[in-house]
Nanobody, 118 residues
């Protein structure tokens, strides 16, 4: 089994910053893709930032404000969020495509709530 555990969500003021973390644990041979998605009330889940074999991708709405980083030794990714806006309010989910003895599979964290409000 593989688990993804997010942390770092909370309430911040517009213009503030927040850093999210996601640690993968369990049976892992390799992680081919890992990053962050978010879902606001009434909206579809969208990709925010991720690492994949093709490089690093960001949603247009967060370019220049968010930055994804990783610690491969810890199987952990981070999302540094700066200049936060109310429209960034959402549940943020960690995602990873993990390869282990059973093959490759997508895994999702339970989500962490980010609220941007004054």
């Amino acid at each position: 089994q593989v688990q993804l555990v997010e942390s770092g969500g909370g309430l911040v003021q517009p213009g503030g910053s927040l850093r999210l973390s996601c640690a993968a644990s369990g049976s892992i041979f390799s992680i081919n893709a890992m990053g962050w998605f978010r879902q606001a009330p009434g909206k579809e889940r969208e990709m925010v930032a991720r690492f994949s074999s093709g490089g690093t991708n960001y949603a247009d709405s967060v370019k220049g404000r968010f930055s994804i980083s990783r610690d491969n030794a810890k199987n952990t990714v981070y999302l540094q969020m700066n200049s936060l806006k109310p429209e960034d309010t959402a549940v943020y989910y960690c995602h990873a495509f993990v390869v282990n003895a059973l093959g490759g599979m997508n895994y999702w964290g339970k989500g962490t709530l980010v609220t941007v409000s004054s």
